[in-house]
């Protein structure tokens, strides 16, 4: 956290008998703990930034919304009802938060206390466990590959309407054109949302930032963003993608060194180049230059998962998420590493907070814990709001299962296998294990496996990623099968 003079404060902000735990959202007195959703963490901390200032509800609602997705006056009434209500605060006799009718709040409260942080931010754990070269980058590679692998592709429906944090770093060049910030910020907010067209409108903003300031690094590295996602995502073809992403990375870094997020791209490039040594250097230089940005933590998430270091992927997803509160990506990927951890309730409680948001988000993981839980009915629920698809037929396939509701579980295990047999079949091997039919999973597992060796997809999709699946609890019936130790240990060669 920056405040206005440029310090970074600490995690702890410490005001009247409380605490606020920035990491973890939490606010305490007295020995208990309350922990916020995102939304009322961001308004507390805002609040407290300006002890005594109005801070006006249209800047609120800017920063938590995008025009059009939600009722703002009623949603941040809401999220202000739920603050005051963790705070012990009246409206009518105020402590903490003063509400100035139709223009916005104010803390009242005696000042915080907010201590420098002295030394630099701990760096990113280093893997724990010694590795082959061979091995750590194969790794590394599907971290980087499937950046958000948790997540997958219609998961990213959510809308953050606020710059990455990283994204402005004291010292580098900060446009001094208000049309180039106000490009800029739309970029991000595209490249965040991750709606259908939100890439290629990410792309425009940022090529449309950069011709009014063609100095402005943190738009190149955006831009370098957008282009590694649309060539991960097959929207524009591998060799143009990649040739614009690396010059748009590249030209960031000669006109800003210290940002991380060209170093992560171009460490992605280099492992599809075959250069781990060169994508180790841009790695090593991500985690130095910015320990703290929420890209490096979410990759380091993802690598640290992979190789089986659950606990430590769970807590480096929950700083990834703290880093940027308003970032839905980043708090979905904390829902998937709670529910490989097998944190369900958890998983499912940050998984529909996103709701808050944008009623568009994805609910996936909570329809899985649903289902893991029993509460067929609940998952059925949940899923009807869905858009036909993938997610939606591997829950209903599921839940009718768990019913024992036998043609609803057919006819929609059916669907499933239309849908994906060419695109996330190792879907169709989750449903199957859960059924208790080990020769079918075992059949779709080999297919898929030997499909994608083929090289079908460019870049696999995340569901696609063999680590992924071995996660997954609904496969755990399989775990004993010889044929699953031997698939295990021939996927995890390099």
Known sequence: MRGGDGMQYANEIRFDEWTLRRDSGEIARDGRAVRLRAQSQYVLETLLERPGEVVARERLIAELWPRGIVDFDTALNSIVRRLRSALEDDAGTPRYIETLPRRGYRYIGTPPERAPVATAAPAVPETTRAASPGRRWRVAAMAFVATLALAGGAAMRTSPDRPLAHAHRSGSHESGNPQALEEYRLGRYFLERRSEGDLGRARTHFDATIALDPDFA?????????????????????????????????????????????????????????????????????????????????????????????????????????????????????????????????????????????????????????????????????????????????????????????????????????????????????????????????????????????????????????????????????????????????????
Not at 234 to 239: N, P, R
Not at 246 to 258: K, T
Not at 404 to 431: F, K, M, Q, W
């Open 218 to 494: 943190q738009a190149h590295a955006g831009l370098a963003s957008a282009y590694w996602l649309l060539s991960v995502e097959g929207i524009v073809q591998d060799g143009y993608g990649m040739a614009h992403m690396r010059a748009s990375a590249e030209r960031a870094l000669a006109l800003d060194p210290d940002l991380a997020e060209p170093h992560v791209r171009l460490a992605s490039y280099a492992l599809l180049g075959g250069d781990p040594r060169r994508a180790d250097e841009h790695v090593r230089q991500a985690r130095i230059v910015d320990p703290a940005s929420a890209l490096v933590l979410g990759n380091a998430s993802t690598e640290a998962l992979v190789e089986g270091r659950i606990e430590e992927g769970v807590d480096l997803a929950r700083r990834a998420a703290a880093a940027e509160p308003l970032s839905p990506i980043y708090r979905y990927n904390l829902a998937g590493a709670l529910l490989v951890a097998g944190r369900w309730e958890e998983a499912k409680a940050v998984n529909l907070e996103l709701l808050d948001a944008d009623p568009r988000s994805s609910t996936e993981i909570a329809g899985q814990v649903l289902v893991l839980q029993g509460a067929f009915e609940e998952a059925l629920a949940l899923a009807s709001a869905w858009p036909n698809g993938a997610e939606k037929q591997e829950i209903e396939a599921l839940a009718y299962y768990g019913q024992h509701r036998g043609p609803e579980a057919d006819a929609a295990l059916a669907s499933l296998i239309a849908t994906v047999r060419d695109s996330d079949p190792l879907r169709i091997v989750e449903v199957y294990a859960y059924r208790g039919e080990p020769e079918r999973a075992f059949d779709w597992l080999s297919a898929a496996t030997a499909w994608l060796k083929r090289g079908n997809l460019p870049h696999p999709s995340p569901c696609l990623v063999p680590w992924v699946l071995r996660l997954s609890p609904f496969v755990a019936s399989l775990h004993d099968d010889a044929r699953w130790r031997d698939w295990v240990k021939a996927t995890a060669q390099p």
